[in-house]
């Protein structure tokens, strides 16, 4: 399906219709291509889903590589079915992308991120569009689940919220700072341990009154203390965000369970016409709580973010984590990951209640420039 090269004049290919069929294989695919300085060529871009081709919010990411490579792009165009990127070397400086719709600036972080960590010096990322956005994590999980735990690895970034933007308008900025890395560290991750405390933001923006998000604060409250009565640690916060942080009106709200291990879960929803504020706070706290019940270090957000966009770039070390049962988006990553990266992946099924452990040893990358 997809051949790697020791020549950098051969081209990765990869057949975007397979497996989860979306963005997820594109993102995985230039990013893992960025790093090893091959060029790619994905076919059949999302060619799973009903609306086939290219999206705004995809070609802004290619062009986001394409600036960070300073290499060629060809087919960003919207539906295009194919494009080719071929990379030169990673710089670092100051690199700009906007959606110009409410598409994720989250998913245009996870594509540039583990690139920049291989950067010849530390570099800002201004992105523009959804920070709260439908089929993406909300900028909270970035900022307080996914950099605690990369942390762990050697990733350091801070991400400045410079203004929120909501479903279905956008308008968000955010700013992110990333330190390059010699090379990752390897991490185990196999026990949760004990819940220690819950915590969550419910908010509204513009024109909403305080009181929906008082009323999600509220039943989130009411439902995480009724599923966990042991737990006297849960602090749920109505917020009304400053007129000067946010763009037009959302609402929304992000649950997050700490261990006393120091993994963090974390589920989240955001609102829309018709839905009462306290169906959208149930649907956060029914996120939460399936990723609980398996016994998982890491929530199905985290799987293959932590796994496959960091793991496969280890030296020496062997990385394991504990995972609930296998997403579509880890199982696509896997699979990219194995074909671009060459890199070892192993998937050890535990029960069905106790999910699984993902195993790893990657290709040994290191920043040529450290």
Known sequence: MASSANRSSDVIIIDGSIMEGGGQILRNAVSFACLLNSAVCVENIRGGRSTPGLRAQHMTGLQLIRDITSGKLDGDKIGSMSVTLHPTNIGSGTFIADTKTAGSVCLLMQLALPCLLYAPAASKLILRGGTNAEMAPPVDFMTDVLRPIV????????????RRGYYPKGGGEIHVTVKPVKQLRPLQLLERGSLTRI??????????????????????????????????????????????????????????AESSTGCRLAGSAIGKKGVPAEEVARNAVDELTSNLQHNSCVDEHLQDQVNLSFHSFFLKGHSSLRCGPLTMHTQTAIHVAEKIMKAKIQVQQLSEKEGCIIECDGIGLQNPHL
């Open 199 to 256: 915590t969550g933001r419910a908010f509204v923006a513009g024109r909403l009154p305080l009181r929906i998000a008082q009323t999600m604060a509220r039943e989130a409250d009411r439902v995480l203390r009724k599923k966990y009565p042991d737990l006297s640690d849960i602090n749920i916060e109505p917020v009304q965000e400053p007129p000067e942080k946010a763009h037009e009106s959302g609402t929304g709200i992000m649950v997050m």
């Open 151 to 162: 942390k762990k690895l050697g990733v350091e970034f801070d991400c400045d919220i410079v």
